[in-house]
């Protein structure tokens, strides 16, 4: 879809197939979904995101609450401590402790997890210092479950104006302006097609005669992302695990922006995740 989407979806999301995970030597068969309490893995610390391998022997402390989903089958185990198990290609094995409450729960589609995916998508920068310091915020690599109501970029420095274009999938310019501010709410006659991209650009140029520019692309979901959404959408919008699964499925399906209001969701509900706050762009304290 998106040339500059390509390098994101690698950082955050590397695709699995069902059938196959977990079949290669140290390749992840599970991912935590939830974690309240403490608990680890071969000694490791176990955090929401963790990917498990076949093998690895985990252990949940007394009081603690454990999900785990299988790439294999999308099968969603629940654990309650004190509990250890051995990860199995398709299941918990080894058990000790009380037997785990089982559910399918994986959205359709919902593939490995990739978790050196840090930034939040949605602030995007590329290209040299330049663009660089002229920071393009929404929407920015993403695709959207309706048209946006605005478009919104990073101040570069104070009373500058910004020349903005919008153009549709084959370069035709369908807004071009001028603006003394940092947004731009979108005309009402302006009608961007569900299933249509399109690229927006932002220019402006300082007191010192420096040229600024960037540039990013959107789209707008069609008919049928708009129902695989409706299908996949947890009932239970509490339940950590069922957020996590569906979170990152967004992201599979590049609705990064939809994705980031679960993540902040998460993120209240289990503070201090590392793995989640890294997703959001927030700062991670390193010990």
Known sequence: MFASNVAIRLMMVLVGVFALA????????????????????????????????????????????????????????????????EVGQSGPGD???????????????????????????????????????LTL???????????????????LDSGVGYSFELTDFEGRSMIETTVNGTSLEVPEQLKLVPGGYYTWSIETRLPDGQKYSNWANFSVADSELLA????NRPDDEDNVSSMVQFALWLEENELIDESQKYWFKINELRPGVKSVQARLGLTVQVE
């Open 137 to 155: 915020v929404f929407p920015a690599e993403t695709t959207l479950l309706s048209a946006p109501d605005e478009f919104r970029w990073h101040a």
């Open 228 to 231: 695989s959404v409706a299908e």
């Open 22 to 85: 977990g079949s290669a030597l140290g390749e992840p068969v599970a991912l935590v979904t939830d974690l309240s309490g403490s608990g680890s893995h071969d000694g490791n610390d176990l955090e929401i995101l963790v990917e498990l391998e076949a093998g690895n022997k985990v252990t949940l402390a007394d009081g603690s609450v454990l999900s785990v989903v299988f790439y294999a089958n999308g099968d969603e185990y629940n654990f309650s401590g004190p509990a250890a198990f």
């Open 95 to 133: 058990l000790s402790g009380a037997e785990p409450v089982s559910r399918q729960s994986a959205p359709k589609g919902f593939g490995a997890v990739s978790t050196i995916g840090l930034a939040q998508a949605a602030m995007v920068m590329r290209g040299n210092s330049n663009e660089a310091r």
